[in-house]
């Protein structure tokens, strides 16, 4: 009479074998991830980010090098047309289609993980673009109420960051025209809020920065990331000091044993 529940379960646990398994062959191999980043000086920014990418054995390439920088003051108005432009012109030079490209700001960004792991999170994104997001609305605040809604985390483009399949992102950016000074997150923010080229496209934002922490405007979430931090490493302290009072005890408990032993 129990057969047949033995049997569902078996088959449960080979089709979640069999699961498993597609599930690891169908992982982006990890030399498919190119970062392409913007860089006409070399900063001290710049050479941090290059240090972290050489930690977690990123391939890099850096474009713009030695070029004038044209595309704006990001601390006055709004700019970043340049970077747009040279990503255009490096992906016409990718031959491969099933390359993934991260496009990632460099003076002001460091890597905190892998390639694997990176990979791992945009698949779980289920699109086929993935940008940061921010929690403050730039440059132009009158696109709010065309953004959709979230549930949680984040809900506006952040243009500093984002990852995707060489196809889609060279079809994003295959009508930039613009000028060298204009707004690269004006231009991909008009793509996401349109419903039409969003769903084309299959672009979402990474919300809950699963891939992206981006700090600005997220000073709330750095002070409760620094206060967990804080707690786990007060933790941690207090482990450490009950374990050096056992070992205190278990060592003067060894002495009165090895005292009374000479005495008698």
Known sequence: MNHPFLFLLSCVFLCALSSLANSESQRIPEDKLLVLTVATKETDGFRRFLRSAKHFNYTVKVLGRGEEWRGGDYMSAPGGGQ???????ALLEIKSEDQIILFIDSYDVVFASGPKELLR????AKHKVVFSSESLIWPDRHLEDKYPHVREGNRFLG?????????????????????????????FTKIYI?????????????????LFQNLHGALGECLNIAA???DRAAGREKRRERREDEEKRDEDRRR?????????
């Open 83 to 89: 970077k747009v432009r040279l990503l255009k012109a």
């Open 121 to 124: 999170k945009f698949q779980q």
């Open 159 to 187: 243009s500093g960051g984002f990852i995707g399949y060489i196809p889609s992102i060279k079809e994003m950016i295959t009508n930039w025209t613009g000028e060298e000074n204009d707004s690269d997150q004006l231009f």
């Open 194 to 210: 349109d419903p039409a080229k969003r769903k084309t496209l299959n672009i979402t934002l990474d919300t809950k920065y699963r």
């Open 228 to 230: 967990e931090t804080g």
């Open 256 to 264: 009165e044993i090895t005292q009374d032993r000479e005495e008698n």
